[in-house]
């Protein structure tokens, strides 16, 4: 509460309507390359774009450190794994796209975020809430959409970064790029290897004794490719490559002293597309091709799992064009297979087909966007899931935006197939639905730009594994939630600094009664924070060709178990962070030093889990342009 | 260019100076109880820090009168945890971590009572943890790959089943060492000890075994091994020396349609100088498991879909309506009272319920994640 009090006082600045920037050059100040589904139905949306290299981030920082620093969203880290929740959603329901193509696995639902490195992408952009009728399943929480780096600039580049840093991390990677007016062309190979071996209290060994995590290595690299050609004033033709690499020690919780737990995981995915423009008409021909390469082994436990599957997506989608009134139409058609050793049926394989609508009218004050959309599954019963988005600006300094939409998660190929270790799919599954309320406005105050939302979120027949009775574990749908919460940001920005601030309330209950002994009802979810606080300060020091940048992110306490009496907590905790970067003046060479966690902060995101402490950081980058 | 070199020589002393702030800890030492007369010696501590607790000075008796519930935690996050129910009805969670300021583990399975101490096995974390009966205060550990149960099986001896090593692992109850290990079938789990000879079912572990491994507990060699139905998961010895053991049954699907394709039923099968010499069989489906018997060796009780059944063990048929109608996890014996647990959503804390033999509710606790077993004194 106190964190909140504080907040409101920073936030509640004297308003003042003479402002020198209009709403809408400083809330849309992106170039948009190429359309793209979300560029034309974020009316309404609560979007936070990440923009990369605006905060230096020159690092190979994981994607879900970057998240977990620059956002209000909590970071879930335990094993091999690393999972945002947003909006009090669980992390399966958060949908990661890569060039508007599906980056979570088809056999659970999952986007690990642990081992991407960020600065493979230059621009992320965060759209809360969910956005299932334009990008369908899973996407209930939020959709994270991850692009590569793309100019007409008419520059070639080369970037030739390598990175050394503490606990055995190594990073090589080479960018380059070359565009015209009529073509982009870039390339990125990436390696990284980060033995993970930092020291940690083990405190569930008597003595507390200091120990080294000597198992949790990972080994990862990534090749990617782009390129868009304007073939002329009509035609562009687009295609995208972006293999990645895993393998890695999955490390366990602290209680246990060994482990033999391996992942490896390599996935392969690209696409092609065409787009065709009339005068007032846009086609857009697509096709994507996913394969994924999964392989979990302990053989401690007599565990050896893998999966390869393969997904194809066909999307063809008409814009037409007229005054202030736009339609798009696209028609979506997915083949999964998959080929997975635990599964009844070793390979299984299913369709959908789905037809997303969109009607949009622009009037200079108001924008409205009204999406439909239906799809046909093979195996079950999908929704209709609408959506009506609407925006209004009050002057050149107010806008206000809400957005009501239906979002959905289907089961996924492990909730309906799986069968070993005691547990068994169900065919009989339905999707999990959910409907999403919000209400935000966006305020311009001289050099401040104010964002708010309020939200509220439902979710129906939420899928959860639970033994039966003959103890067998099982997927049913049998749980609500509802989520409510506000989300605010702050950001300043003047020629020598800019400073950025989010504060995060999320009430996210569950509302499902199992039996009378259930103390769960009416509770906060497990691991989902009521408030999350974040800092961003970056300095400039043109006159050394410089930049300091700290961060600090406050996470609160979460809950990890429900009692009668008494509920058990993780501690709240906070972490700062210290980046300098650094341009010589006569060789085009960056240079960059960060710490990571400055206070050497002994803390847990998931119970039992230890994670590093201080961390030096040192990268060399060489760019010529 | 010089001035720049300047800046750099500035920033890397910086670097540098900040990097030697990091500490060198290799080599840490082990805080502990290093005096072998203390009860809670640690042969693993390198360094006395002061914790040493002798017979006088220790808390002795808080837990006699009343009993343990194992709870298993959730698995992945070590927070597995005892509960102590005393006689008057109070109860007290995590007490181990309470004592010791340490949670037990991962996944804790089961714990047995062997002379004064407690040996408490915590499957995934790989380890039995031996600590005082009256105190909870930790004495050692013992590592073991996936534990599931410990009995004593003669003055100075304990068999531990181990689903990782498909074995009996033999623990020497005068140091706490493993000084055996004897090879069983696939997912050893109950051990059941009568006229020297120990009686283990190879429940299957998540695959399929059918047997019970007989061993001679003086010589520690394997005398016989018996078949019984599918996944044998528990057995009792009765009054007159018979072996009763409960196997859950198998399921096969078929791999497209999902249906059942073959399904070995439940059964109770009694073994009589190690010959199956009587077989009752469940309804398919049914999977029943965690066989007990009453203290006058005649009662069995078990849980099938949840719910309790009772058995004598002179009776025909199996009794086809519960005794006690629920949706147990676990089910315990103790001194004329049937117990269950309720384990809720398998996330949160669970309930323990205490019932008289004829199936009437007395008390309703609230325990530890997953109650999972129950342990008398």
């Given at each position: ?98 060039n ?18 960020i ?29 590569p ?22 990073s ?36 507390f ?10 080994v ?69 091709y ?115 939409n ?20 169900n ?65 300043y ?82 972490l ?35 994670n ?14 | ?38 009860i ?56 181990y ?19 004064e ?63 055996n ?34 061993i ?73 498991k965690n ?9 069995l ?14 009776a ?62």
């Open positions: 509460m106190r964190v909140y009090i504080l907040y409101i006082i920073i936030v509640l600045l004297p308003y003042n309507l003479i402002a020198q920037n209009s709403i809408d050059t400083i809330l849309l100040p992106e170039v948009v390359l190429e359309e793209t589904r979300l560029s034309e139905n974020k009316i309404g949306c609560s979007i936070d774009v990440l923009n990369q290299k605006v905060i230096g981030a020159t690092n190979t920082q994981s994607f879900s450190d970057f998240l977990s620093f620059n956002s209000s969203y909590y970071v879930k880290r335990y094993g091999a794994l690393s999972t945002p929740t947003f909006r009090g959603t669980t992390s399966s329901h958060t949908l990661v796209l890569w508007e193509v599906p980056v979570n696995s088809i056999a659970n639902g999952l986007a690990d975020l642990s081992i991407l490195p600065n493979s992408f230059n621009k992320t952009t965060i759209v809360n809430g969910g956005d299932a009728s334009v990008f369908g399943s899973g996407s209930i929480g939020a959709t994270i959409h991850i692009n780096m793309l100019n007409f600039s008419n520059e070639n580049e080369l970037n030739i970064a390598y990175e050394i840093g503490s606990f055995g991390l190594e090589k990677s080479i960018f380059y790029s070359k565009s015209s007016q009529k073509i982009s062309l870039s390339a990125f190979i990436h390696s990284l290897i980060d033995k993970n071996n930092f020291k940690f209290t083990n405190t569930t060994v008597i003595g004794p200091e120990q080294t995590s000597s198992y949790g290595a990972i990862s690299s990534q090749k990617q490719i782009n390129l868009i050609l304007k073939l002329n004033r009509r035609n562009m033709f687009s295609f995208s490559y972006w293999g990645l690499d895993n393998d890695r020690e999955v490390p366990q919780n602290m209680t246990i002293s060994f482990s033999d737990a391996k992942q490896y995981d390599k996935s392969d995915r690209v696409f092609a597309a065409l787009t065709h423009t009339t005068n007032n008409l846009k086609f857009k021909l697509k096709h994507s996913l394969k994924e390469d999964f392989n979990y082994t302990e053989f401690s436990k007599n565990i050896d799992s893998y999966y390869i599957a393969e997904t194809s997506i066909s999307d063809f989608n008409i814009k037409l064009n007229n005054n202030n009134k736009t339609f798009n139409i696209g028609a979506i058609l997915t083949n999964n297979t998959i080929l997975n050793n635990n599964y009844l049926s070793t390979k299984t394989d299913d369709q959908n087909f789905a037809i997303v609508s969109s009607f949009k009218i622009n009037k200079k004050l108001s924008k409205t966007n009204l999406i439909v959309r239906k799809e046909w599954h093979s195996l079950y019963e999908v929704p209709l899931v609408p959506t009506l988005g609407y925006e209004r600006k009050i002057d050149n300094n107010i806008r206000l935006r809400s957005k009501i239906r979002n959905f998660r289907a089961p996924t190929f492990n909730d309906r197939y799986w069968i070993s270790g005691g547990s068994i799919g065919l009989d599954l339905l999707p999990e639905t959910a409907w999403n309320k919000e209400l935000g406005i966006d305020l311009i105050y001289k050099d401040f730009i104010f964002h708010s939302t309020i939200y509220s979120l439902d979710i129906e027949d939420m899928i959860v594994w639970q033994p039966n009775d003959n103890n067998i574990w099982q997927p049913i749908n049998n749980k609500k939630v509802w989520s409510r919460g506000i989300e605010n940001k702050l950001k920005k003047s020629n020598k600094y800019t400073l950025e601030t989010s504060y995060t309330y999320t009430k996210s209950t569950n509302e499902k009664k199992l039996s009378a002994l259930d103390n769960s009802y009416q509770k906060q979810l497990l691991y989902i924070p009521l408030q999350k606080l974040s800092f961003l300060f970056i300095y400039k020091l043109p006159e050394i060709k410089s930049q300091i940048i700290f961060g600090y992110v406050y996470n609160d306490q979460v809950l990890t178990s429900y009692n009668s009496s008494n509920d058990k907590y993780l501690d709240g905790f906070s700062s962070n210290l980046t300098f970067n650094k341009e010589l003046n006569n060789l085009p060479i960056y240079i960059s030093f960060k710490i990571n966690n400055l206070m050497d902060t002994s803390y847990q995101t998931y119970e039992n889990y230890p590093p402490g201080r961390e030096y950081l040192l990268t060399i980058n060489y760019n010529i342009k | 260019m010089k001035k720049c070199i300047k800046k750099l020589l500035t920033i890397s002393i910086l670097i540098g100076l900040i990097s030697s702030c990091q500490k060198d800890r290799s080599n840490p030492e082990i805080g502990g109880c290093t005096d072998i007369n203390a809670n010696y640690d042969s693993l501590a390198t360094i006395n820090d002061g914790t040493c607790l002798y017979e006088d000075t220790a808390i002795v008796g808080l837990y006699d009168n009343g009993y343990f519930v194992t709870n298993e935690g959730n698995f992945g996050s070590g927070n597995g945890s005892i509960t102590f129910i005393s006689d008057d009805g109070s109860v007290a969670n995590n007490v971590e309470s004592t010791n300021g340490v949670p037990l583990g991962d996944v804790v399975q089961s714990m047995s009572i062997i002379g101490d407690a040996y408490i096995v915590v499957n995934n974390s790989n380890k039995i943890v031996v600590a005082s009966k009256d105190s909870m205060i930790h004495i050692t550990e013992i590592s073991i790959s996936q534990p599931r149960y410990i009995s004593q099986v003669s003055d100075n001896k304990a068999y531990v089943t181990s689903w990782g090593n498909n074995s009996i692992e033999v623990i020497d109850l005068t140091t706490n060492t493993v000084t290990s004897i090879p069983c079938g696939v997912g050893p789990e109950s051990i059941t000890v009568n006229n020297g000879l120990a009686y283990v079912t190879n429940v299957g572990g998540w695959g399929l075994d059918n047997t019970v491994t007989v001679d507990v003086a010589s520690d060699n394997v005398v016989n091994t018996i078949n019984v139905g599918d996944k044998p998961n528990s057995a009792q010895v009765d009054a007159s020396g018979n072996i009763w053991v409960l196997c859950g049954g198998y399921t096969e699907y078929d791999p497209v349609t999902w249906a059942v394709v073959s399904q070995t039923q439940g059964s109770l099968v009694k073994i009589s100088n190690d010959v199956v010499v009587d077989s009752y069989t469940f309804n398919t489906g049914d999977s029943p066989l007990l018997i009453d203290d006058y060796g005649t009662m009780y078990y849980l099938s879909g949840g719910s309790v059944f009772s058995f004598n063990n002179t025909s048929t199996l009794d086809s309506t519960a005794l006690i109608s629920d949706s147990f996890y676990r089910i315990g014996y103790n001194d004329n009272k049937i117990y269950g647990t309720d384990a809720v959503d398998y996330t949160q804390a669970g309930y323990s319920k205490e019932y008289s033999t004829s199936g009437v509710l007395v008390n309703t606790y609230n325990v530890g994640i997953i109650p999972g077993g129950y342990c008398f004194n």
